[in-house]
């Protein structure tokens, strides 16, 4: 009897013990951040302060957040996915990695882009900006060379050497500027035109805005970037300016998702509806983050109306998410082989 008195007390806190670590585990949350990592530490430090819940937070380029996602499949790690280009979200989204959040009391403040961008809710808009080029004015009238004024012109020779852009095998930025180039030209057009592109690259980064500096510094000339990235460059004292192609420009739209079978999901949901709100996303630029926000009541940042570069300001395409995001795989793959392997 006594025996099994022991074994009932034992069985007791050991169910005891494993019920409050279950509840002790909701209340934390797994962050993986993909705009600047200033943004990022600011938000979960925001949402600590408000809530008391601790944030584990790291930061990767979409690109390679959505590889570690596939990864952990099987075993999720993270709970929530903050930022990152719409693209890899909603090739997550169509592989059954996110879960759907459609009670999000968000959903009403954000705008038309923002309240369901990809599939059955599973993404929500978090911000948007443009795509084009941070130029560094000074280094081309050096160099006796104009200012580029449409993507065409970033094909001519006397730029070989001048231009800096990402990896799309890692970054976001580089896939919206592959996916810009096939909508704006069309499929054949758009790959002949980054072939000879590709001619010109002199470096390509890990990070969507890590050619920014480099062009400030000018190591190069030219950065094909988000143009919210060049003010912040900009504003940061380097001599670089924000041009927006002419003949038009994709732009982006950040996510924002619930990772599927994440391990807090109740801290998960509280994370997305805070971030959403107007106050939080008008902290973003404390951050150097320029972006448009998605909340309809948060101010569009006054430093982007200075450049010029908000989306009153910016000729763009009807850029088509469902389609980059169906295709992401095969673009990125095709340019690999194709684009990347080509001598430049």
């Given at each position: 009897m006594r025996t099994f008195?022991?074994?009932?007390?034992?069985?007791?806190?050991?169910?005891f013990a494993f019920s409050f670590s279950a509840f002790a585990g909701e209340k934390r949350l797994v962050l993986y951040g993909s705009p600047a990592e200033k943004w990022v530490a600011l938000v979960a430090?925001?949402?600590t302060k408000a809530t008391g819940i601790p944030v584990d937070w790291t930061r990767r380029s979409s690109g390679e957040t959505l590889a570690k996602i596939k990864a952990e499949m099987n075993n999720p790690q993270g709970d929530v996915w903050f930022g990152g280009t719409l693209d890899p979200h909603y090739e997550a989204a169509l592989e059954g990695l996110l879960q759907p959040y459609p009670t999000s009391p968000m959903i009403p403040e954000l705008r038309d882009w923002a309240k369901n961008p990809a599939i059955a809710y599973m993404v929500k808009g978090l911000y948007a900006g443009p795509l084009g080029w941070g130029v560094n004015v000074e280094l081309l009238k050096s160099k006796g060379l104009p200012i580029p004024k449409v993507w065409e012109d970033l094909t001519k020779p006397c730029y070989k050497g001048l231009i800096g852009m990402a990896n799309p095998n890692t970054s976001g930025t580089a896939f919206t500027t592959l996916s810009?180039?096939?909508?704006?030209?069309?499929?054949?057009?758009?790959?002949?035109?980054?072939?000879?592109?590709?001619?010109?690259?002199?470096?390509?980064?890990?990070?969507?805005?890590?050619s920014g500096p480099m062009a400030g510094k000018g190591e190069i000339a030219i950065s094909i970037i988000f143009l919210h990235d060049v003010v912040k460059f900009a504003e940061q004292g380097y001599p670089i300016v924000p041009i927006p192609p002419a003949d038009g420009t994709g732009y982006e739209i950040g996510g924002l998702s619930i990772i599927n079978w994440c391990p807090h999901p109740q801290v998960a949901k509280q994370f997305v509806d805070f971030v959403l709100r107007p106050d939080i996303q008008a902290l973003a630029p404390k951050a150097e983050s320029y972006q448009l926000p998605s909340n309809k009541k948060a101010p569009l940042p006054e430093v982007i109306r200075k450049y010029g570069v908000s989306f009153d300001d910016v000729k763009l395409i009807k850029y088509d998410f469902k389609w980059a995001g169906e295709h992401r795989k095969e673009i990125v793959d095709k340019w690999t082989k194709e684009i990347y392997s080509l001598p430049r």
């Open positions: 008195k022991v074994f009932l007390l034992v069985s007791l806190l050991l169910i430090h925001e949402f810009t180039i096939l909508q704006l030209m069309g499929w054949e057009k758009g790959w002949d035109y980054l072939a000879r592109l590709h001619k010109n690259i002199a470096v390509y980064t890990k990070s969507g805005a890590a």
